[in-house]
Protein backbone atom coordinates (compact mmCIF):
# COMPACT_ATOMS: atom_id res chain seq x y z
CA UNK A 1 0.00 0.00 0.00
CA UNK A 2 1.23 3.20 -0.58
CA UNK A 3 -0.25 6.71 0.14
CA UNK A 4 1.63 9.74 -1.45
CA UNK A 5 -0.12 12.98 -0.45
CA UNK A 6 1.82 14.70 -3.29
CA UNK A 7 0.71 13.19 -6.91
CA UNK A 8 2.78 15.11 -9.62
CA UNK A 9 1.34 16.42 -13.23
CA UNK A 10 -1.63 18.14 -11.06
CA UNK A 11 0.37 21.03 -9.56
CA UNK A 12 -2.50 23.99 -10.20
CA UNK A 13 -5.34 22.42 -8.41
CA UNK A 14 -6.02 20.13 -5.35
CA UNK A 15 -6.91 16.69 -6.88
CA UNK A 16 -7.41 12.76 -5.52
CA UNK A 17 -5.77 10.30 -7.56
CA UNK A 18 -6.97 6.52 -7.05
CA UNK A 19 -4.04 4.25 -9.10
CA UNK A 20 -4.25 0.68 -10.01
CA UNK A 21 -5.81 -0.15 -6.63
CA UNK A 22 -6.82 -3.35 -5.70
CA UNK A 23 -8.35 -5.17 -2.54
CA UNK A 24 -8.93 -8.97 -1.97
CA UNK A 25 -9.74 -10.75 0.96
CA UNK A 26 -7.98 -14.46 0.88
CA UNK A 27 -8.81 -15.60 -2.58
CA UNK A 28 -11.26 -13.27 -3.47
CA UNK A 29 -10.98 -9.92 -5.50
CA UNK A 30 -12.83 -7.19 -3.87
CA UNK A 31 -11.04 -4.57 -6.11
CA UNK A 32 -9.58 -4.85 -8.87
CA UNK A 33 -6.76 -2.33 -10.70
CA UNK A 34 -8.82 0.75 -10.08
CA UNK A 35 -8.11 4.13 -11.41
CA UNK A 36 -9.79 7.59 -10.98
CA UNK A 37 -9.49 11.15 -10.81
CA UNK A 38 -11.18 13.88 -8.95
CA UNK A 39 -10.06 17.19 -9.60
CA UNK A 40 -10.64 19.95 -6.67
CA UNK A 41 -13.88 21.40 -7.37
CA UNK A 42 -15.35 18.41 -9.05
CA UNK A 43 -18.55 16.44 -7.79
CA UNK A 44 -18.33 12.86 -8.52
CA UNK A 45 -20.35 10.18 -8.42
CA UNK A 46 -19.32 6.49 -7.77
CA UNK A 47 -21.95 4.21 -8.79
CA UNK A 48 -22.66 0.43 -9.68
CA UNK A 49 -24.48 -2.60 -8.18
CA UNK A 50 -24.88 -3.38 -4.28
CA UNK A 51 -21.03 -5.56 -3.60
CA UNK A 52 -19.09 -3.49 -6.40
CA UNK A 53 -16.90 -2.23 -3.90
CA UNK A 54 -17.65 1.28 -3.92
CA UNK A 55 -17.48 1.93 -0.12
CA UNK A 56 -14.54 -0.15 -0.13
CA UNK A 57 -12.74 2.34 -1.84
CA UNK A 58 -13.99 4.73 -0.06
CA UNK A 59 -12.69 3.08 2.88
CA UNK A 60 -9.53 2.77 1.48
CA UNK A 61 -9.45 6.54 0.57
CA UNK A 62 -10.09 6.87 4.38
CA UNK A 63 -7.46 4.91 5.41
CA UNK A 64 -9.36 2.09 7.21
CA UNK A 65 -9.03 -0.32 4.68
CA UNK A 66 -5.27 -1.98 3.52
CA UNK A 67 -5.19 -1.88 -0.19
CA UNK A 68 -2.79 -2.03 -3.14
CA UNK A 69 -1.92 0.58 -5.56
CA UNK A 70 -1.62 4.35 -5.25
CA UNK A 71 -3.67 6.61 -3.20
CA UNK A 72 -2.54 10.59 -3.82
CA UNK A 73 -3.79 13.64 -2.85
CA UNK A 74 -2.11 17.07 -3.99
CA UNK A 75 -3.07 20.62 -3.33
CA UNK A 76 -0.97 23.99 -3.40
CA UNK A 77 -2.55 24.32 -0.33
CA UNK A 78 -0.96 21.78 1.85
CA UNK A 79 2.36 22.49 2.99
CA UNK A 80 5.44 20.30 4.63
CA UNK A 81 3.48 17.01 3.25
CA UNK A 82 0.80 17.71 5.75
CA UNK A 83 -2.20 15.48 5.45
CA UNK A 84 -5.16 16.08 3.74
CA UNK A 85 -8.42 17.21 5.70
CA UNK A 86 -11.29 14.87 4.84
CA UNK A 87 -14.59 14.83 5.70
CA UNK A 88 -16.62 12.19 5.98
CA UNK A 89 -20.33 11.14 5.99
CA UNK A 90 -21.68 7.49 6.40
CA UNK A 91 -23.63 5.76 4.73
CA UNK A 92 -27.36 6.11 7.33
CA UNK A 93 -26.35 5.61 11.14
CA UNK A 94 -29.09 5.34 12.81
CA UNK A 95 -30.34 7.18 15.53
CA UNK A 96 -33.09 6.00 19.18
CA UNK A 97 -36.09 9.03 18.78
CA UNK A 98 -36.56 8.95 22.51
CA UNK A 99 -32.98 9.49 23.27
CA UNK A 100 -32.79 13.29 24.09
CA UNK A 101 -29.65 13.95 23.08
CA UNK A 102 -30.18 17.06 20.54
CA UNK A 103 -28.29 18.29 17.79
CA UNK A 104 -26.49 20.69 19.83
CA UNK A 105 -25.01 18.00 22.23
CA UNK A 106 -23.93 15.81 19.34
CA UNK A 107 -21.62 18.94 17.88
CA UNK A 108 -20.54 19.41 21.66
CA UNK A 109 -19.69 15.15 22.15
CA UNK A 110 -17.74 16.26 18.61
CA UNK A 111 -15.79 19.13 18.96
CA UNK A 112 -15.84 19.78 22.84
CA UNK A 113 -13.88 18.28 25.80
CA UNK A 114 -16.72 19.30 28.04
CA UNK A 115 -19.23 16.91 29.44
CA UNK A 116 -22.12 17.16 27.56
CA UNK A 117 -24.49 17.26 30.98
CA UNK A 118 -22.87 20.48 31.50
CA UNK A 119 -24.69 22.36 29.23
CA UNK A 120 -23.29 24.01 26.00
CA UNK A 121 -21.56 27.59 26.64
CA UNK A 122 -22.63 30.28 24.87
CA UNK A 123 -19.08 30.01 22.53
CA UNK A 124 -19.64 26.81 22.18
CA UNK A 125 -23.43 27.41 20.70
CA UNK A 126 -22.28 30.45 18.59
CA UNK A 127 -20.03 27.62 16.53
CA UNK A 128 -22.55 25.06 16.33
CA UNK A 129 -24.53 27.27 14.52
CA UNK A 130 -21.93 29.07 12.76
CA UNK A 131 -21.19 25.37 11.43
CA UNK A 132 -24.81 24.61 10.76
CA UNK A 133 -25.09 28.08 8.75
CA UNK A 134 -23.38 26.23 5.93
CA UNK A 135 -25.73 23.89 5.33
CA UNK A 136 -28.77 26.18 6.29
CA UNK A 137 -29.52 24.70 8.95
CA UNK A 138 -29.65 26.81 11.95
CA UNK A 139 -33.13 26.32 12.85
CA UNK A 140 -31.82 22.52 13.81
CA UNK A 141 -29.74 23.25 16.56
CA UNK A 142 -31.99 22.28 19.59
CA UNK A 143 -33.95 19.62 17.61
CA UNK A 144 -33.70 16.24 18.83
CA UNK A 145 -31.21 14.10 16.53
CA UNK A 146 -33.72 10.60 16.40
CA UNK A 147 -36.52 12.69 15.59
CA UNK A 148 -34.64 14.68 12.01
CA UNK A 149 -36.03 13.82 8.95
CA UNK A 150 -34.04 12.25 6.50
CA UNK A 151 -32.90 14.95 4.80
CA UNK A 152 -32.40 16.85 7.99
CA UNK A 153 -29.64 14.38 9.27
CA UNK A 154 -27.68 14.41 6.00
CA UNK A 155 -27.83 18.20 6.60
CA UNK A 156 -26.42 17.97 10.17
CA UNK A 157 -24.02 14.95 9.52
CA UNK A 158 -22.78 17.30 6.73
CA UNK A 159 -22.50 19.86 8.74
CA UNK A 160 -19.99 18.39 11.10
CA UNK A 161 -18.26 17.02 8.00
CA UNK A 162 -17.45 20.87 7.31
CA UNK A 163 -15.71 21.28 10.55
CA UNK A 164 -13.23 21.80 9.56
CA UNK A 165 -13.43 22.24 6.30
CA UNK A 166 -11.81 19.78 4.59
CA UNK A 167 -10.11 19.39 1.12
CA UNK A 168 -12.24 16.52 -0.05
CA UNK A 169 -15.88 15.41 0.82
CA UNK A 170 -16.62 11.83 0.85
CA UNK A 171 -20.00 10.74 0.91
CA UNK A 172 -21.29 7.11 1.54
CA UNK A 173 -25.26 7.08 -0.01
CA UNK A 174 -25.94 10.63 1.23
CA UNK A 175 -29.22 10.92 -0.70
CA UNK A 176 -30.54 7.32 0.98
CA UNK A 177 -33.48 7.87 3.11
CA UNK A 178 -34.39 11.30 1.43
CA UNK A 179 -37.64 11.84 -0.31
CA UNK A 180 -37.40 13.72 -4.12
CA UNK A 181 -37.90 17.08 -2.45
CA UNK A 182 -35.22 16.65 -0.16
CA UNK A 183 -32.96 15.18 -2.51
CA UNK A 184 -32.89 18.11 -5.08
CA UNK A 185 -32.37 20.59 -1.83
CA UNK A 186 -29.20 18.10 -0.89
CA UNK A 187 -27.54 18.69 -4.31
CA UNK A 188 -28.20 22.10 -4.20
CA UNK A 189 -26.46 22.20 -1.15
CA UNK A 190 -23.62 20.16 -2.16
CA UNK A 191 -23.49 22.34 -5.51
CA UNK A 192 -23.17 25.53 -3.53
CA UNK A 193 -20.55 24.15 -1.24
CA UNK A 194 -18.12 22.80 -2.96
CA UNK A 195 -17.85 26.20 -5.15
CA UNK A 196 -18.28 28.39 -2.20
CA UNK A 197 -14.95 26.66 -0.56
CA UNK A 198 -13.42 25.31 -3.78
CA UNK A 199 -13.34 21.43 -2.60
CA UNK A 200 -14.17 18.27 -4.49
CA UNK A 201 -16.60 15.87 -3.42
CA UNK A 202 -16.77 12.11 -4.04
CA UNK A 203 -20.42 10.20 -2.92
CA UNK A 204 -21.82 6.86 -4.07
CA UNK A 205 -25.15 7.05 -4.88
CA UNK A 206 -28.17 4.25 -6.32
CA UNK A 207 -30.26 7.28 -7.32
CA UNK A 208 -29.64 8.44 -10.86
CA UNK A 209 -31.86 10.96 -11.78
CA UNK A 210 -30.10 14.04 -10.23
CA UNK A 211 -26.76 13.42 -11.21
CA UNK A 212 -26.93 14.43 -15.20
CA UNK A 213 -27.56 18.28 -13.61
CA UNK A 214 -24.96 18.08 -10.49
CA UNK A 215 -22.26 15.81 -11.58
CA UNK A 216 -18.81 16.53 -13.62
CA UNK A 217 -18.03 13.30 -13.51
CA UNK A 218 -19.88 9.57 -13.04
CA UNK A 219 -17.40 6.59 -12.37
CA UNK A 220 -19.21 2.98 -13.07
CA UNK A 221 -17.60 0.15 -11.02
CA UNK A 222 -18.38 -3.51 -10.74
CA UNK A 223 -14.84 -4.41 -9.00
CA UNK A 224 -13.54 -2.68 -11.67
CA UNK A 225 -13.77 0.60 -13.47
CA UNK A 226 -16.50 -0.05 -15.96
CA UNK A 227 -17.06 3.31 -17.38
CA UNK A 228 -16.34 6.65 -16.64
CA UNK A 229 -16.98 10.01 -17.76
CA UNK A 230 -19.61 12.64 -17.90
CA UNK A 231 -23.16 11.49 -16.87
CA UNK A 232 -25.27 11.73 -19.74
CA UNK A 233 -22.53 9.43 -21.25
CA UNK A 234 -21.84 7.18 -18.66
CA UNK A 235 -25.72 7.01 -18.17
CA UNK A 236 -26.21 5.88 -21.79
CA UNK A 237 -23.68 3.63 -22.09
CA UNK A 238 -23.89 -0.43 -23.16
CA UNK A 239 -21.75 -1.16 -19.53
CA UNK A 240 -24.81 0.79 -17.53
CA UNK A 241 -27.36 -1.23 -19.45
CA UNK A 242 -25.36 -4.42 -18.59
CA UNK A 243 -25.25 -3.59 -15.25
CA UNK A 244 -28.87 -1.88 -14.28
CA UNK A 245 -30.96 -3.08 -17.35
CA UNK A 246 -31.93 0.59 -18.46
CA UNK A 247 -30.05 4.15 -20.29
CA UNK A 248 -30.24 7.20 -19.06
CA UNK A 249 -30.62 6.40 -15.36
CA UNK A 250 -34.18 5.53 -15.80
CA UNK A 251 -35.56 1.90 -15.44
Known sequence: MSTNLHSKGCSDSCCLRVQNVSVSIGSEHILKDVSLHVHCGELVALIGPNGAGKSTILKAILGQQEYEGVISFSSPGLRHRKPPRIGYVPQSPAFDPSDPITVADLFACCMSKRPVFLGLGKKMRETVLTCLDRVHGRELIDKRVGTLSGGELQRVLLALALEPLPNILILDEPLSGVDVEGMVTLMDM???????????????????????????????IDRTILNQGDPKTVLASDAFCRVFHSKGGHA
Open 190 to 220: LDEIRKTYDLSILMTTHNFDLLPRYADQLIL
